[in-house]
Protein backbone atom coordinates (compact mmCIF):
# COMPACT_ATOMS: atom_id res chain seq x y z
CA UNK A 1 0.00 0.00 0.00
CA UNK A 2 1.73 3.66 -1.18
CA UNK A 3 1.90 5.55 1.90
CA UNK A 4 3.50 9.39 1.22
CA UNK A 5 5.31 11.71 3.92
CA UNK A 6 5.95 14.87 4.21
CA UNK A 7 8.85 16.51 6.49
CA UNK A 8 8.57 18.55 8.28
CA UNK A 9 5.06 19.22 8.71
CA UNK A 10 5.53 23.13 9.71
CA UNK A 11 8.00 25.12 8.78
CA UNK A 12 9.15 28.99 9.31
CA UNK A 13 11.63 31.25 7.58
CA UNK A 14 12.81 34.69 6.92
CA UNK A 15 11.85 36.22 3.93
CA UNK A 16 14.37 35.94 0.61
CA UNK A 17 15.77 32.70 1.81
CA UNK A 18 16.11 29.20 -0.42
CA UNK A 19 13.82 26.40 0.99
CA UNK A 20 13.82 22.54 0.53
CA UNK A 21 10.32 20.24 1.08
CA UNK A 22 10.74 16.81 1.05
CA UNK A 23 7.62 14.24 0.03
CA UNK A 24 8.95 10.65 0.28
CA UNK A 25 6.66 7.19 -0.83
CA UNK A 26 7.09 3.71 -0.16
CA UNK A 27 6.09 2.32 -3.29
CA UNK A 28 8.84 3.03 -6.26
CA UNK A 29 6.07 2.29 -9.07
CA UNK A 30 4.43 5.24 -9.84
CA UNK A 31 3.19 7.13 -12.62
CA UNK A 32 3.84 10.59 -11.90
CA UNK A 33 4.28 12.73 -9.04
CA UNK A 34 2.32 16.41 -8.36
CA UNK A 35 3.06 19.07 -6.11
CA UNK A 36 -0.01 21.53 -4.94
CA UNK A 37 -0.30 24.43 -3.10
CA UNK A 38 -3.16 25.16 -0.70
CA UNK A 39 -3.85 28.55 0.88
CA UNK A 40 -6.08 28.46 4.38
CA UNK A 41 -9.42 27.16 3.72
CA UNK A 42 -9.25 26.64 -0.09
CA UNK A 43 -8.79 24.52 -2.81
CA UNK A 44 -5.29 23.09 -4.31
CA UNK A 45 -3.08 24.88 -7.24
CA UNK A 46 -1.22 22.24 -9.05
CA UNK A 47 2.60 23.71 -9.11
CA UNK A 48 4.54 20.98 -10.80
CA UNK A 49 4.04 17.40 -12.41
CA UNK A 50 6.66 15.12 -12.70
CA UNK A 51 6.02 12.50 -14.99
CA UNK A 52 8.21 8.78 -13.72
CA UNK A 53 10.60 9.35 -16.66
CA UNK A 54 11.75 12.60 -15.84
CA UNK A 55 13.86 14.01 -12.92
CA UNK A 56 13.22 17.10 -12.13
CA UNK A 57 10.78 20.06 -13.68
CA UNK A 58 11.03 24.11 -12.83
CA UNK A 59 8.64 26.55 -12.82
CA UNK A 60 9.97 30.00 -11.99
CA UNK A 61 11.42 29.58 -8.72
CA UNK A 62 9.88 26.83 -7.83
CA UNK A 63 12.15 23.32 -8.61
CA UNK A 64 11.30 19.93 -8.07
CA UNK A 65 13.33 17.07 -8.46
CA UNK A 66 12.31 13.41 -8.36
CA UNK A 67 14.35 10.10 -7.45
CA UNK A 68 11.84 7.26 -7.97
CA UNK A 69 14.58 4.47 -6.81
CA UNK A 70 14.76 6.07 -3.49
CA UNK A 71 11.30 7.06 -3.05
CA UNK A 72 11.88 11.12 -3.13
CA UNK A 73 10.93 13.80 -4.30
CA UNK A 74 11.74 17.63 -3.28
CA UNK A 75 10.25 20.92 -3.62
CA UNK A 76 12.81 23.83 -4.00
CA UNK A 77 11.85 27.81 -3.50
CA UNK A 78 14.29 29.94 -3.96
CA UNK A 79 14.34 33.86 -3.03
CA UNK A 80 11.16 32.75 -0.68
CA UNK A 81 8.48 35.35 -0.23
CA UNK A 82 5.47 36.38 2.04
CA UNK A 83 3.21 34.83 -0.69
CA UNK A 84 4.59 31.53 -0.50
CA UNK A 85 3.29 30.98 3.08
CA UNK A 86 0.41 28.46 2.29
CA UNK A 87 0.29 24.28 2.71
CA UNK A 88 2.54 22.19 -0.10
CA UNK A 89 1.25 18.52 -0.82
CA UNK A 90 2.60 15.98 -2.65
CA UNK A 91 0.81 13.42 -4.21
CA UNK A 92 1.98 10.02 -6.33
CA UNK A 93 -0.39 8.36 -9.11
CA UNK A 94 0.73 4.53 -8.35
CA UNK A 95 0.61 2.52 -11.92
CA UNK A 96 -2.07 2.72 -14.18
CA UNK A 97 -4.66 3.61 -11.79
CA UNK A 98 -6.28 7.06 -11.36
CA UNK A 99 -6.09 7.55 -7.64
CA UNK A 100 -3.93 10.28 -6.53
CA UNK A 101 -2.42 9.50 -2.71
CA UNK A 102 -1.65 12.45 -0.65
CA UNK A 103 0.61 13.18 2.13
CA UNK A 104 0.03 15.57 4.83
CA UNK A 105 1.58 18.35 3.62
CA UNK A 106 4.15 21.25 4.62
CA UNK A 107 2.79 24.50 6.22
CA UNK A 108 5.27 27.24 4.89
CA UNK A 109 5.50 30.46 6.64
CA UNK A 110 7.57 32.90 5.20
CA UNK A 111 8.31 36.08 7.85
CA UNK A 112 8.55 38.99 6.25
CA UNK B 1 -16.52 30.65 -15.09
CA UNK B 2 -12.74 29.23 -15.67
CA UNK B 3 -11.25 26.11 -14.50
CA UNK B 4 -13.32 24.26 -12.17
CA UNK B 5 -16.37 25.94 -9.72
CA UNK B 6 -17.99 24.47 -6.34
CA UNK B 7 -20.98 25.61 -4.99
CA UNK B 8 -21.91 26.02 -1.92
CA UNK B 9 -18.46 27.46 -0.66
CA UNK B 10 -19.93 26.95 2.91
CA UNK B 11 -22.46 24.44 4.19
CA UNK B 12 -24.30 24.17 7.70
CA UNK B 13 -26.59 21.03 8.40
CA UNK B 14 -27.85 19.43 11.15
CA UNK B 15 -27.63 15.42 11.02
CA UNK B 16 -31.21 15.10 9.91
CA UNK B 17 -30.87 17.32 6.69
CA UNK B 18 -30.85 16.29 2.82
CA UNK B 19 -28.44 18.84 1.07
CA UNK B 20 -25.72 18.58 -2.01
CA UNK B 21 -23.27 19.70 -3.28
CA UNK B 22 -22.15 20.89 -6.57
CA UNK B 23 -19.45 20.83 -9.02
CA UNK B 24 -19.03 22.09 -12.46
CA UNK B 25 -15.55 22.13 -14.60
CA UNK B 26 -14.52 23.99 -17.83
CA UNK B 27 -11.87 22.13 -19.20
CA UNK B 28 -13.20 19.58 -21.20
CA UNK B 29 -12.19 17.01 -18.95
CA UNK B 30 -13.78 13.48 -19.11
CA UNK B 31 -12.91 12.48 -15.33
CA UNK B 32 -14.24 13.63 -11.99
CA UNK B 33 -13.33 13.49 -8.72
CA UNK B 34 -15.17 14.15 -4.85
CA UNK B 35 -12.28 14.36 -2.35
CA UNK B 36 -12.56 14.71 1.69
CA UNK B 37 -10.13 16.69 3.70
CA UNK B 38 -10.43 16.48 7.76
CA UNK B 39 -8.14 18.17 9.74
CA UNK B 40 -4.82 16.90 10.59
CA UNK B 41 -5.18 13.85 7.72
CA UNK B 42 -4.52 13.43 3.68
CA UNK B 43 -7.07 14.12 1.46
CA UNK B 44 -8.81 10.85 1.26
CA UNK B 45 -10.25 9.81 -2.92
CA UNK B 46 -14.28 9.10 -2.57
CA UNK B 47 -15.34 8.67 -6.00
CA UNK B 48 -14.09 8.95 -9.18
CA UNK B 49 -16.33 9.25 -12.47
CA UNK B 50 -14.77 8.70 -15.78
CA UNK B 51 -17.13 9.54 -18.74
CA UNK B 52 -19.95 9.46 -16.31
CA UNK B 53 -19.37 6.45 -14.91
CA UNK B 54 -18.39 5.80 -11.42
CA UNK B 55 -15.01 3.72 -11.48
CA UNK B 56 -14.00 4.23 -8.13
CA UNK B 57 -15.65 4.28 -4.99
CA UNK B 58 -13.28 4.24 -1.55
CA UNK B 59 -15.84 2.34 0.94
CA UNK B 60 -17.67 5.42 1.17
CA UNK B 61 -20.69 5.54 3.66
CA UNK B 62 -23.71 5.75 1.71
CA UNK B 63 -24.80 8.62 3.66
CA UNK B 64 -22.81 9.87 0.64
CA UNK B 65 -24.52 9.33 -2.49
CA UNK B 66 -22.57 10.81 -5.69
CA UNK B 67 -24.04 11.60 -9.00
CA UNK B 68 -22.39 13.01 -12.59
CA UNK B 69 -25.02 13.42 -14.36
CA UNK B 70 -22.69 14.69 -17.59
CA UNK B 71 -19.16 15.18 -18.07
CA UNK B 72 -19.12 18.76 -16.96
CA UNK B 73 -21.24 18.46 -13.68
CA UNK B 74 -20.54 16.55 -10.65
CA UNK B 75 -22.87 16.19 -7.82
CA UNK B 76 -22.66 14.77 -4.17
CA UNK B 77 -25.89 13.76 -2.03
CA UNK B 78 -25.43 14.25 1.67
CA UNK B 79 -28.06 12.89 4.09
CA UNK B 80 -28.26 11.94 7.81
CA UNK B 81 -24.77 12.85 8.12
CA UNK B 82 -22.57 12.94 11.52
CA UNK B 83 -20.38 15.36 13.10
CA UNK B 84 -16.91 13.99 12.23
CA UNK B 85 -17.75 13.90 8.39
CA UNK B 86 -17.52 18.03 8.70
CA UNK B 87 -14.61 18.66 6.52
CA UNK B 88 -13.73 20.31 3.73
CA UNK B 89 -14.94 18.77 0.72
CA UNK B 90 -13.07 19.00 -2.72
CA UNK B 91 -14.04 18.13 -6.50
CA UNK B 92 -11.37 17.74 -9.12
CA UNK B 93 -11.31 17.06 -13.02
CA UNK B 94 -8.70 15.80 -15.21
CA UNK B 95 -8.40 14.17 -18.76
CA UNK B 96 -8.43 10.46 -19.32
CA UNK B 97 -5.22 9.69 -22.10
CA UNK B 98 -6.88 8.29 -25.18
CA UNK B 99 -5.42 4.42 -25.81
CA UNK B 100 -3.99 4.42 -22.13
CA UNK B 101 -6.09 2.19 -20.25
CA UNK B 102 -6.50 4.08 -16.81
CA UNK B 103 -4.30 6.72 -16.99
CA UNK B 104 -5.34 10.06 -16.46
CA UNK B 105 -3.57 13.66 -16.98
CA UNK B 106 -3.23 15.72 -13.54
CA UNK B 107 -5.90 17.02 -11.46
CA UNK B 108 -7.35 20.08 -11.27
CA UNK B 109 -9.46 21.25 -7.79
CA UNK B 110 -12.05 23.36 -6.95
CA UNK B 111 -12.07 25.59 -4.05
CA UNK B 112 -13.92 23.07 -1.88
CA UNK B 113 -17.05 23.23 0.34
CA UNK B 114 -16.27 23.59 3.74
CA UNK B 115 -19.39 21.45 5.16
CA UNK B 116 -19.51 21.52 9.00
CA UNK B 117 -22.37 18.65 10.37
CA UNK B 118 -23.92 20.04 13.92
Known amino acids: KQEVTQIPAALSVPEGENLVLNCSFT??????LQWFRQDPGKGLTSLLL?????REQTSGRLNASLDKSSGRSTLYIAASQPGDSATYLCAVKSGATNKLIFGTGTLLAVQP | ETGVTQTPRHLVMGMTNKKSLKCEQH?????MYWYKQSAKKPLELMFVYSLEERVENNSVPSRFSPECPNSSHLFLHLHTLQPEDSALYLC?????????????????FGPGTRLTVL
Open chain 2, 27 to 31: LGHNA
Open chain 1, 50 to 54: IQSSQ
Open chain 1, 27 to 32: DSAIYN
Open chain 2, 92 to 108: ASSQKVAGLAGTYNEQF
